[in-house]
């Protein structure tokens, strides 16, 4: 899954796709290096930012969804939301997948939404808003909560009628850097729920925590590295959908994946 941020403020790649134009040159390219899906997204929820009006989030990413869905037939596109007119204009506009980041939680008719167009759900689990979600998380058992809320919600949207759930246990989304790792440590115990398990950890502040040294953390476009590797061990653990920054070398790393699993 490639990421497209259609948003100033976005933490990795913020304001570099400005206009329909642009958002195309930057498919037409991840689709060129690999991505079978494209995450199109009209606002930031990176930690601190503030909610966008549904009206600005439109402007953002229907004109992109209505070029690039006919222009691509082959690939398949997501619209990464939490609102409903957002998300129900998209469908119209032909994308396969609604991309929730609240898991259900802001928007519960998104569950509907997604039954009445045959749409693909990602139902995500998150603490607080992204305005406050980094505020001193708190959980008892991490992954065993995470768990739990991601298979309530998931048989919600099921009984809704939705055919193919998706979860995401939310990296960085109200989890500080000890949560974070045990989610990837344990995530076979999150592939067990039997639904398709995305991970998104391309470039997030965790690789860079990791990776810090006496000047501070790794910057963004140096985390390169560290994103391959977690996602490679999210891989082995049974993480079916990579959402990711660097099309071509995540591509790279699961064709390794691939080769290797097939002799063992």
Do not use: W
Not at 29 to 52: C, F, H, N, Q, Y
Not at 87 to 112: F, I, K, T, Y
Not at 185 to 197: D, I, K
Not at 214 to 221: Q, S
């Amino acid at each position: 899954m490639g990421v497209l941020n259609v948003t100033p403020d976005s933490f990795s790649d913020g304001g570099e796709v400005r206009d329909t134009g642009s958002a195309l040159m930057r498919i037409e390219k991840m689709v060129a290096d690999g991505a079978d899906l494209i995450d199109v997204g009209g606002e930031s929820t990176r930690p601190g930012s503030d909610p966008v009006p549904e009206n600005e989030e439109l402007k953002r990413v229907i004109p992109v969804l209505e070029k690039a869905v006919p222009a691509f037939p082959r690939t398949m596109f997501s619209i990464d939301t939490t609102k409903y007119e957002v998300a129900r204009q998209a469908l119209e506009c032909g994308v396969h997948m609604v991309n929730d980041v609240s898991g259900l939680r802001n928007e519960p008719r998104l569950a509907d939404l997604c039954a009445e167009y045959g749409a693909v759900l990602v139902i995500m689990h998150s603490k607080g808003s992204p305005k406050t979600m980094q505020q001193k998380p708190e959980y008892g058992d991490t992954v065993a909560e995470i768990a739990t809320f991601l298979k309530e919600k998931a048989e919600v949207a099921e009984r809704a009628g939705v055919k193919q759930v998706v979860i995401d246990p939310g990296i960085g989304f109200g989890k500080n850097l000890e949560h974070n790792l045990q989610i990837v440590a344990r995530l076979s115990t999150l592939c067990s729920l039997g639904y398709p398990v995305l991970i998104g950890a391309s470039r997030k502040s965790m690789i860079g925590h990791l990776l810090a040294d006496d000047a501070g953390n790794r910057p963004v476009n140096k985390r390169l590295a560290g994103t391959l590797a977690l996602h490679y061990h999210a891989l082995m653990q049974g993480a079916a959908i990579l959402r990711v920054h660097d099309v071509r070398e995540a591509r790279d790393s699961l064709e390794v994946f691939r080769a290797l699993s097939s002799v063992l």
